[in-house]
């Protein structure tokens, strides 16, 4: 979990440092945290590095696919056309590049970090018959899978699919206040907000590629 915070602290100090000096890039690269977003982050942090050497040594450099991964010319042409046009912030000294740079730096070594523990504690629950169960779902993965565990624990401990819901603060609250003051149903929120975290994700993955909990969550959407 402290993994995970720092993760998405690194990642939001990286989106605001680049809505300063280069705002325009965000329309393009939408996810900072893939790799070819760090490595190009890590070595061209501003507007004033992309157009450094020119368009023809730009392209050069990042064209070939072992560095450039799935990106294309197209949207390397469009981001330097971009950095052409920035408003971004102008700094002489150069300090938001270096905040970028490092930024990138460490949010790519966070990431390895993290991913080295997934792989361990997938090792070590793998064996498992619940770890097992859980991958039987629709559109669940194994990190998916390991996160729900950890914030679950053993299993077996649970006798309904109630303590489980309650677990995750997903129970139904109903506020009354004499005959005055009522309000609508809502969540309790009391609970790990770990294990409702990866339930609501899970929920929106299944929402997206089942057509089943598509239709499912249309018919309660209607209804509200």
Known sequence: MAVKKRVS????????ALHLSFPELSNVIKDITQPTALRFLQSNPTPEFVMM??????????????????????????????????????????????????????????????QVWLNQAIEIIENRADFKLLLTLPRIGKPTAVAILTAIGDIGEYTNGKQLVKLAGLDIRYFESGSSIKRGPRISHV?????????????????AHVPEFKLIFQNYKEKS
């Open 53 to 114: 050497n020119g368009r023809k040594r730009f392209l050069e450099k990042w064209r070939p696919r072992r560095k450039c991964g799935q990106w294309r010319p197209e949207k390397l042409n469009m981001i330097y056309d971009l950095a052409k046009e920035s408003i971004g912030l102008r700094d002489p000294y150069r300090s938001d590049a270096f905040e970028i740079k490092t930024l990138a730096a460490d949010l790519a070594e966070t990431l390895s970090t993290q």
């Open 191 to 207: 609970g790990s907000a770990y294990l409702r975290h990866w339930v609501f994700h899970f929920s929106l993955r299944l929402i």
């Open 9 to 16: 602290q690194i990642r939001n100090q990286l989106r605001g």
